[in-house]
């Protein structure tokens, strides 16, 4: 079983950045391929971007390529979120997730995930 918990979510205005992290504990950290989603209000969860075990591989959605950058710090059991330029369509409850690389894609599925953290931009 792995726990995760995000932190780093707010209120922060259009162009402005924040850095999300999502602490893991219970399990090997380094087995775990780490992945970010969203959820924005009335509508579905969707995918961000996610890291291969060593930090080698990055894969993000289109929107915030460019703007997003996903990062792990396996000493410390940590992915990182850094966001920058952030738009008003970046609202969302965001969410960490995790998962064993040996089936699945950087997609998923994700079996554990993280309870959320709020961020919301203003325009």
């Known amino acids: 079983q792995v726990q995760l918990v995000e932190s780093g979510g707010g209120l922060v205005q259009a162009g402005g950045s924040l850095r999300l992290s999502c602490a893991a504990s219970g399990r090997t950290f380094s087995n775990y391929a780490m992945g970010w989603f969203r959820r924005a209000p009335g509508k579905e969860r969707e995918f961000v971007a996610a890291i291969h075990l060593s930090g080698y591989s990055t894969y993000y959605t289109d929107s915030v390529k460019g703007r997003f950058t996903i990062s792990r710090d396996n000493a410390k059991n940590t992915v990182y979120l850094q966001m920058n330029s952030l738009k008003a369509e970046d609202t969302a409850v965001y969410y960490c997730?995790?998962?064993?690389?040996?089936?699945?894609?950087?997609?998923?599925?994700?079996?554990?995930w993280g309870q959320g953290t709020q961020v919301t931009v203003s325009s």
């Open positions: 997730a995790a998962r064993s690389p040996v089936s699945g894609t950087y997609l998923g599925p994700y079996p554990y």
